[in-house]
Every structure is written in C-alpha cells, then in structure tokens.
C-alpha cells in the first residue's frame, strides 16, 4: 500500500479579509495521537490530542508569505486497524483544500510520524 | 496464583455433575449483541458483519446469489456509523475522541441495526417450515461509561511520550527547512511560477476552473518535492533518545486496550414476522422484544449489571431453559441482576446472575425464577476456560435435573486480538 506522510505544498490566497480556516481529523478508531500546529514561529496550538476542530488562522490578505506546519504523531492503539491518517482540511481561500496522508503499519503499537508544511501564495502580489 | 485458578476451575468442574444440554444460555442478562438474529434464532458465528460498504456488497451479493434471489437464511449486523465512515463526518474518533461516555456521537457510534431473514427447515423448533421469517433489530448505548484508570494512566504515559517525540520532530523539520537544498528551492520557485498572472481575487465560474487546472499542475510539484522533504527527513541514523521513546511508545501501544468503568445504559429492540406460506400477504407477528441493561462498573470490585427484558412470544416459557413456548401470543417481563466479579481488564471473572419472569397475559402460568454462576480465566489473550453452575426453579420441587453445570473453552484462531 502507498504510504504518503510528507506534504509540502502552496495554499493560494487573495487579497480579501475573508478567514482562512484549517481542520485536522486524525483517524482511524481508537488510535492516539499529538499535534503541534505553528504558523510561522507562533505556535496556533502544541500538544494537541485528537482532532483540530475547525478554526480561524487568519484572514486571506494577512496569510500571504507565511508558512503553516503542523507535525503529528499517530500511535497505533487501534484494535480493529493498522491503517493511520491524517486529513488537513483548509478553506476560505481561493479554493477549498483537503489533504490526505496515511500510512499503514506492520504492527500492531508502531507509530507514524506525520510532517506538512503549507505555504499561503497569493499569486497577484 | 493463575496457574492455581486454572486447576481449580478444572478440578471444580471434574467435580461437579455436567448435564449436557443443547442450548445453555450461560449470561441470561446480556443484552442480545443482535436482536432480530436472537429474535430467530441465528448463531453469532452465523450473523454477516461487515465493516465496510464493499464488504455490505458482497455480504448482499453472496446472501442473494448475485442479486438473482432473495436471500434464504441470512443474518447481518449493520454499524451505519462505521459502515459510511467515508460519507460522513465522523467526529474525532481517536482515544480522546472515544472517550465521551454520552451525547450525540455515542448514540450514533454504538448504533446497531440487525436484520435478518429465515427459512426454517422441518426440523427447527418453534417454526413452521411452510413459512418465512424476517426480522428487524436495533442496538445502541446512552451512556458506556469512562475509561478506567489503567486505560487513563496509558494514554497519560503515551502522551507524554509523544510530548517528547514532537519536540524532536519539529526540530528535524526546523532544520531540514532551513537548510534546504538548492533543488527542492529551485523547484518550489518553479511551483510558484505555475501561478504566474492569474488572478486569485477574481472568483468567477471560469477563473475557479482555471485554479483548479493549476492547482493539478502544482500538486504533481506537491508529491515530488514531498517525498524529497520526506527523504531528508529519514535520511541519518536516529539518536539513541528517538529510538528509546519509540521503542516505549510501541510496547504501551501493542498492550493498550479501551476499557470502561462508571455508569452504563444500553437499548436493544427488535421484531419479527411470519409470512405464512411464503407470501408477503399473508404475515402475522411472530415475536419481539425490548430490553434495556443498566450498570455499574467499579475499577477494582467488579459490576453490578440490572435488565428489564419484555419479549412478546419468547422462545422459553419460564427463566429456565429446557421447557420450550409451545403457547403463543403470551407476553413476558424479566426482571434481572448479575454481580460480576472482576476488573475490567483482570483475567479471571466470576458472576453470579438472577432472573425473575413474569407472565403477563396468562393466569395459568406462574412466575419463574433461575440463578446462575459463571466463571471464566484468559488463558492467553484469544483463549478462555469457561465454566457455569446454576440452578433454576419453577414453582415446582424436582431436586434431580434443576442443576447444570458446564465446562467449555473458548478458542480464537488467527490473529491474538
């Protein structure tokens, strides 16, 4: 099975004020995880477990040039699945955006470790 | 001392005089996993239960022989919240998400329909074989009660593991983006320039179109610079301190199992009919039932578990099990405790469970009662020793056949889970 953990990618923003939104959902059933989320050097929320809900990072004309990352780490506490995941979730922007990465361990207890790393581009600047 | 508990429940059971019987139901105040397939009958091992929709497919396609006929003997268990995971929101389904012990996700994440179809051959008891049998079943939980202790004590000692892993992570990412090689900038500068004079700020039908054209182009960039960024990442020998907390992390993760204590309320219903002679016509109720369990976990002195049970035509007359319902359109309430020694997570479990039935709409039959020990030991994770001893009453003294006993062990084959 094709395991993707790495994402590296442009977020296309405009000028308006509109908020920009992000979501994380970490799955599958009953497996453990922690998020740090940070936008540019400011830390949005550190040591997170479960799922980010949706919420407000910035407004579209101030997100321009700045850089999202967000790391997890998945534990496989799962009894009923060995197949990690992580779907990002971002709109507001020109477009809305969903990002899935999983990966599926060998055993049972393994961990995935999950990097993205997301640049807001506002191509009209 | 697990080896002596072992002994002792075969000595125990050597001992005693074992009664053969052909159906034993050995937890009474279990509420059926699936009520329309309990309703007619049907074995567990005999329910469909499919985990996804691919495998509802071809539970359907197998059952009706490629959708040619309808399906003759067929039970199947329906979790639809775990069944469209992919078509719906599902909420934070996580340790940390599981853990609420009631509201809307409960309901929706315990919710079980059971359907299921019969066509009796002229050997099964309690039906016509000229007819055929359907019926329909629900399942679900109000409250299931909170982790308990061990499973918090886990999770805390993960988390922390996972604290500290992060902060490796993010300096690795710190690092590795930094100081990124030539390439990957180069190839990110040519990402960028995909997006060369277009216009994000006009949101017409036809500028979107054209955004999404681009955004295709960028997402082949996308996966060749990630999985460059990916190799960087694992490229060098891990530090003694990462390998260590893995190495933790995995042992905590493979023996970490979701165990509940405190309050418990669950709900189970289901109905079946009869279409005589076959015909869709020509039905009647056959049976039904609702049942509704509370209960009390402690941490460490076990359960106490009540049952409040009305079953429209069961298949047993009294609480005790030998003397089938040759009477129809009667009506039953039970009323049930059972204590369950033993933690949530502890190898050894004993209960001792009481069943008082009630029969509402028929003077000539009395109440009955029945009362039931049961013990089980995990030999290993997969495998069970099982051993029961009871004694029921109904309303007549009869020393001599009113004693069971029974000794059986329980077998998973595959994986230890």
Same mark, same amino acid.
């Given at each position: 099975m094709a395991t993707n953990t790495t994402l590296d990618t442009l977020y296309i923003v405009n000028s308006s004020n509109r908020k920009v939104t992000l979501e994380l959902l970490v799955g599958e059933e009953g497996q453990t995880s922690l998020t740090n989320i940070k936008l540019n050097n400011g830390s949005v929320i550190t040591d997170l477990a479960g799922n980010f809900e949706k919420?407000?990072?910035? $407004?579209n004309a101030d997100l321009n040039g700045k850089v999202l990352r967000i790391t997890t780490t998945i534990a496989d #506490?799962? $009894? #009923? #699945?060995?197949l990690t995941s992580l779907t990002i979730k971002l709109s507001g922007g020109f477009l809305t955006r969903t990002y899935p990465l999983f990966k599926l361990v060998d055993s049972e207890g393994e961990s995935v470790d999950y990097i993205c790393n997301i640049e807001f581009f506002n191509p009209t600047l | 001392m697990e080896k002596k508990i072992y002994l002792l429940l075969i000595f125990i059971a050597c001992c005693s005089t074992i009664k053969a019987q =052909?159906?034993?139901?050995?937890?009474?105040?279990? *509420? @059926? /996993?699936s009520p329309a397939s309990n309703l007619l009958g049907f074995a567990q091992s005999e329910i469909d239960k499919p985990t996804d929709v691919s495998d509802f497919m071809a539970s359907i396609q197998s059952a009706t022989n490629a959708y040619t006929t309808l399906p003759s003997n067929y039970a199947i268990d329906l979790a639809p919240f775990w069944l469209l995971r992919n078509k719906v929101n599902m909420g934070d389904i996580s340790t940390v998400g599981l =853990?609420?012990?009631?509201?809307k996700n409960v309901l929706k994440q315990t919710l079980v329909l059971s359907i299921a179809i019969k066509n009796p051959d002229? /050997? *099964? *008891?309690?039906?016509?074989?000229?007819s055929t049998y359907a019926g329909l079943g629900f399942r679900f939980s109000i409250y299931r009660g909170d982790y308990d202790f061990t499973t918090k004590q886990k999770l805390h000692q993960i988390a922390e593991l996972q604290k500290l892993k992060l902060s490796f992570i993010d300096k690795k990412a710190d690092s590795i983006y930094d100081n990124l090689p030539t390439e990957i900038n180069e190839l990110k500068e040519k990402r960028k320039r995909i997006f060369t004079d277009f216009d994000s700020n006009d949101e017409s039908a036809d500028n979107i179109a054209l955004g999404e054209l681009l955004y295709k182009k960028q997402s082949k960039l996308d996966s060749i610079i990630s999985i460059k960024i990916e190799e960087l990442f694992n490229s060098g020998e891990k530090s003694e301190d990462s390998k260590t907390i893995d190495d933790k992390i995995k042992k905590l993760a493979s023996e970490f199992q979701l165990a509940r204590v405190g309050f418990s309320w669950e709900v189970s219903g289901g109905v079946s009919n009869e279409f005589r002679q076959k015909n869709f016509n020509n039905s009647k109720l056959y049976n039904a039932g609702l049942w509704t369990t509370l209960g009390y976990t402690w941490e460490k002195s076990g359960a106490l578990l009540g049952i409040l049970r009305y079953l429209y035509n @069961?298949?047993?007359?009294? *609480?005790?099990?030998d003397l089938t319902n040759e009477i129809k359109n009667i009506s039953t309430f039970d009323t049930g405790l059972r204590y369950i020694v033993g933690g949530p997570q502890s190898k050894f479990n004993g209960s001792l469970e009481a069943v008082y039935r009630s029969v509402l709409n028929k003077d000539t039959y009395d109440s009955s009662w029945r009362l039931m020990l049961n013990l089980d030991y995990a030999v290993l994770k997969n495998q069970k020793l099982t051993f029961s001893f009871g004694r029921n009453y109904d309303g007549t003294t009869n020393d001599d056949n009113n004693l069971i006993a029974t000794l059986g062990t329980v077998f998973g084959f595959g994986n230890k889970r």
């Open positions: 919420a407000e990072i910035g $407004k #506490t799962s $009894k #009923t #699945t060995n | =052909e159906s034993t139901d050995l937890d009474l105040l279990r *509420a @059926p /996993i =853990e609420k012990s009631s509201g002229s /050997i *099964a *008891a309690g039906f016509n074989h000229n @069961p298949d047993k007359i009294f *609480a005790l099990d």
